[in-house]
């Protein structure tokens, strides 16, 4: 089974990105033939996809008639990364880790890290493709409005900085809202900042929010009503120094807001209540712990390190009141002041 399950992600992989998925949304029984003419795809390679996500349950598979379906409870999983539910968008994820196995392993043997820049590209289309589902769910109806009057501060006009910001989905959605707030995104790897320029662009909020290049420790903002870190404080090499930093480029009353992903404060309980352990810690061991193993300090804190293990990142940078502000099936929300 386990085998099957990383032959499946590979397939899911080229579902999505020839559209496969896409089609049989919504489409109702068809024949591999009436696929691939619907795609502009070969017939045969159709025939040979259809089968194998029929073996495991994607699809149905009609023989008297010869026709496959995606279910509607799998298409909103699978077809469109504007679902709510959409999952798809992980698959690239999966691809991209079998393809640094070699670099890995090497790492085992010498205990060095990987930078985040020299893992696969399709990392990190993955990345914010499968969070961006997350964030646009939870973000503006959850998370902001737990933390007291931030939605009002944010409304009067804030400034924001945003660490470790990646392609920049979160501030994009934040920029949307909140167009008297002004907004900043930092990250160290210029390829996604590039990105995230353009989808400010694209979704016109780029008078409001700018991407720059720079690192956790070394962004000039003093005086900042709100910093938040998106499911990336434990990929830094020194998150406690990055945390202080944070505190003092912070207002006196400002908030810093920490986005992570769920996790119990041991193994076990981890292990038996967090549904994406076995992906969260296959992309910890690839990325995040490699990630902070390849910067000073290397403390690696690893995509599970729980409430108690972040809180104490937190305390021990300066900040006085943290607790837990939101939670849901994939991250917790961490509320910080002074």
């Not at 010498?110 to 990392?123: F, L, M, N, Y």
């Not at 400010?200 to 720079?214: C, I, L, M, N, T």
């Not at 296959?282 to 990325?287: G, K």
Request: aromatic share 6%; charged share 20%.
């Amino acid at each position: 089974m386990m085998l099957a399950g990383g032959a499946t992600a590979a397939m899911m992989a080229v579902g999505d990105r020839v559209g496969l998925y896409a089609a049989l949304a919504g489409s109702g029984p068809v024949t591999p033939a009436e696929l691939a003419a619907s795609t502009g795809t070969a017939e045969r390679y159709v025939r040979e996809w259809l089968a194998q996500q029929a073996s495991v349950g994607i699809l149905l598979h009609d023989p008297d008639a010869g026709t496959f379906t995606l279910p509607a409870e799998h298409a909103a999983v699978l077809a469109s990364d504007d679902s709510p539910a959409a999952m798809i968008g992980a698959a690239p994820l999966i691809s991209g880790l079998h393809r640094r196995t070699e670099r890995l392993s090497e790492a085992f043997r010498t205990g060095h890290g990987i930078p985040w820049s020299e893992q696969d590209p399709a990392i990190f289309e993955a990345i914010e493709r499968f969070f961006r589902v997350g964030y646009r769910n939870s973000l503006l109806s959850e998370w902001v409005p737990a933390v007291e009057g931030l939605s009002q501060r944010l409304e009067a006009g804030a400034t924001v900085v945003d660490v470790g910001c990646g392609r920049g989905a979160p501030l994009v959605l934040l920029a949307q809202a909140f167009p008297a707030s002004r907004f900043v995104g930092y990250d160290a790897h210029e390829p996604s900042v590039e990105v995230a320029r353009r989808r400010a662009q694209e979704h016109g909020v780029s008078d409001r929010v700018r991407f720059e290049v720079d690192d956790a420790q070394s962004y000039p903002d003093r005086e900042v009503d709100l910093i938040t870190y998106f499911d990336t404080l434990h990929d830094l090499g020194d998150p406690v120094g990055a945390a202080a930093h944070a505190r003092r480029a912070l207002a006196a009353d400002g908030r810093l807001l920490l986005v992570e992903p769920l996790a119990a404060d041991d193994l076990s309980t981890t292990l038996a209540t967090v549904p994406m352990a076995p992906v969260s810690f296959a992309a910890s061991t690839f990325l995040c712990t490699a990630n902070s193993l390849s910067q000073p300090v290397g403390l690696a804190l690893g995509s599970q390190a729980g409430e108690r293990k972040l809180t104490q990142v937190l305390t021990e940078a300066g900040f006085g009141t943290v607790r837990r502000a939101a939670e849901n099936d994939f991250n917790m929300v961490l509320e910080a002041r002074a």
